[in-house]
C-alpha cells in the first residue's frame, strides 16, 4: 500500500473521530478552525494516521487504543497502578484489556473521582501544574472554619513546599467546605485545612476539570464519552 492509498480527506477523518458530520466538518475546515501539523488545513486537505490534527488547538483523537475511564475512588484504595505490598489499587477495580494508570493521585484515605488511561498526552495536561485544571473537593473538617479561615485558604497558605496558589473556597453548611484548587500537591487540600485549624475527617473529590458524575457511587466506574474527553482537553487549554 502507497502513502497516497493511506490518506483520507481531512473531513471524512473528522467525522469519523466522532467531532461532527462530514459536511460540518467542511464548514470547520473552511472557518480556519481546524489545523493539520500545525498549519490551518484547507478543503480538499488529506491527512495520513501519524498527522497530527486539532480542532481550535485541541487535539483530535484518532488512536482506537487509547482508552478512558472515570472511577469513584473509594477510600482504602491506593491511586496506584500497582503496589509492591499487594493492596488494593484503583487499576484493579477497573477491567481493561488495556494497561491503564490512574491521572494524579488521592491520598488512600480519601475518596471521589479519579480518571484512569493509557492517554499519555492528556496525563500531562491534567497533572502538570502549567495547565492549572482545577479539581473540586467537600471537605468535612473539625469544627466551623471562621470567615479569616476561609479568607486565608483564598488567598494561599503558607505549606512546608510553599505557599499555595488562590483557591475557591465556600462553606455550604456548617464544617463541610467546598474548595476548588488548581494545583495537585501530595494531600495538598488536608494539609491546608490543617494549617488553619481545621483537620479534614473527609474528603471527595467531586469534579475534575468540566467532568462530575454524582451517580458514581464509591467503587463504580465507567467508559468515558469522546465529547468528556475532549471538554478535558479543552480545559487545559483554558485554564
Known amino acids: 500500500m502507497t502513502s497516497e492509498e493511506s490518506e483520507e480527506r481531512l473531513q471524512k477523518v473528522l467525522a469519523r473521530s466522532g467531532i461532527a458530520s462530514r459536511r460540518v466538518s467542511e464548514d470547520l475546515i473552511n472557518s480556519g478552525r481546524v489545523t493539520l501539523n500545525g498549519e490551518v488545513a484547507t478543503l480538499g486537505d488529506k491527512a495520513r494516521e501519524s498527522d497530527h490534527i486539532e480542532l481550535d488547538g485541541v487535539p483530535v483523537l484518532r488512536n482506537p487504543d487509547l482508552v478512558h475511564y472515570l472511577l469513584h475512588k473509594p477510600q482504602g484504595v491506593l491511586s496506584t497502578a500497582r503496589d509492591p505490598e499487594g493492596r488494593e489499587t484503583v487499576v484493579d477495580l477497573v477491567s481493561s484489556e488495556a494497561r491503564v494508570f490512574p491521572v494524579g ?90 494549617a488553619v485549624g481545621h483537620p479534614v475527617l473527609r474528603l471527595v473529590r467531586v469534579r475534575i476539570g468540566p467532568i462530575k458524575d454524582p451517580s458514581l457511587s464509591a467503587g463504580e466506574w465507567r467508559k468515558m464519552t469522546r ?13
Request: proline share 5%; with cysteine; net charge negative.
Open 105 to 194: 493521585r488521592l491520598d488512600a484515605d480519601s475518596e471521589g473521582l479519579i480518571i484512569l488511561t493509557n492517554d499519555g498526552d492528556l496525563t500531562q495536561r491534567l497533572t502538570h501544574p502549567s495547565f492549572g485544571v482545577p479539581k473540586e473537593y467537600l471537605a468535612h473538617v473539625e469544627g466551623t472554619p471562621s470567615r479569616s479561615a476561609i479568607r486565608y485558604l483564598r488567598e494561599g497558605i503558607e505549606l512546608e513546599d510553599g505557599v499555595t496558589a488562590p483557591a475557591e473556597v465556600s462553606m455550604p453548611q456548617d464544617g463541610l467546605l467546598r474548595l476548588v484548587i488548581h494545583e495537585g500537591r501530595n494531600r495538598q487540600v488536608r494539609r491546608m485545612c490543617e
Open 227 to 239: 465529547d468528556e474527553v475532549r471538554s478535558l482537553y479543552e480545559e487545559s487549554i483554558n485554564s
